[in-house]
């Protein structure tokens, strides 16, 4: 098994330009989240999902939009990017509501 | 969910045990302790969970008082590869929650 996959790792961005995170798992896992993580702090919870067409708020929602059509993908998008919005972001997921968490690699987001 | 406090900061000798503390005053009973532990900027690693019990695994120890309210991860031959932040967080297993990551301890082993 892969795990939870992210791409990209690096991504670069002008305010304003649009752009989707993506994360996949192959491990059927039904919740799926996503988290960002500013320098010196801790993960913050954007969305998650309970499973497949179900998506809720996090902590940080604002300024991103999610959908999960499939127990594997879960994407997180960003309509409009702001400097804002420069992060790591972390998707994760878990068997099911509330087990332990699988964390992906991260992806670095500079948006200039 | 109950919140959790951890010191920000501790280091540790290696080859020595390290002892991560944790307090989770508001714990409620149904809510488990779980620990994860973040390498440089890798994504976050699951490390043990308990509810009452001590638990052990291949990786730690984790030691929970008697009435709930804190705990301690042990890390009993701690090597320069366990230095990491540690994340102490308390979630109700199969229920509705946000699960929320603090600042953690960052753990610091020298040689």
């Known amino acids: 098994n892969a795990g939870v996959t992210q791409t990209p790792k690096f991504q670069v961005l002008k305010t304003g330009q649009s752009m989707t995170l993506q994360c996949a798992q192959d491990m059927n896992h039904e919740y799926m989240s996503w988290y960002r993580q500013d320098p010196g702090m801790g993960l913050r919870l954007i969305h998650y999902?309970?499973?497949?067409?179900?998506?809720d708020q996090g902590e940080v929602p604002n300024g991103y939009n999610v959908s999960r059509s499939t127990t594997e993908d879960f994407p997180l998008r960003l309509l409009s990017a702001a400097p804002s919005q420069t992060s790591v972001y972390f998707c994760?997921?878990?068997?099911?509501?509330?087990?332990?968490?699988?964390f992906g690699s991260g992806t670095q987001l500079s948006v200039l | 969910d109950a919140k959790t406090t951890q010191p920000p900061s501790m280091d540790c000798a290696e080859g020595r045990a390290a002892n991560l503390p944790c307090n989770h005053s508001t714990i409620s009973g149904n809510e488990y302790v779980y620990w994860y532990r973040q390498i440089h900027s890798q994504g976050p690693q699951y490390i043990i969970h308990g509810l009452k019990n001590n638990e052990t695994n291949e990786m730690a120890s984790l030691i929970i008082t008697e009435d709930r309210k804190s705990s301690t991860l042990i890390l009993p031959h701690a090597t320069l590869r366990d230095t990491a932040v540690y994340y102490c967080?308390?979630?109700?297993?199969?229920?509705?929650?946000?699960?929320?990551f603090g600042r953690g301890t960052s753990l610091i082993v020298h040689p």
């Open positions: 999902s309970v499973g497949a067409g179900i998506t």
């Open positions: 967080i308390v979630r109700v297993s199969g229920g509705s929650y946000i699960p929320t």
């Open positions: 994760a997921s878990s068997l099911s509501y509330g087990e332990k968490l699988f």
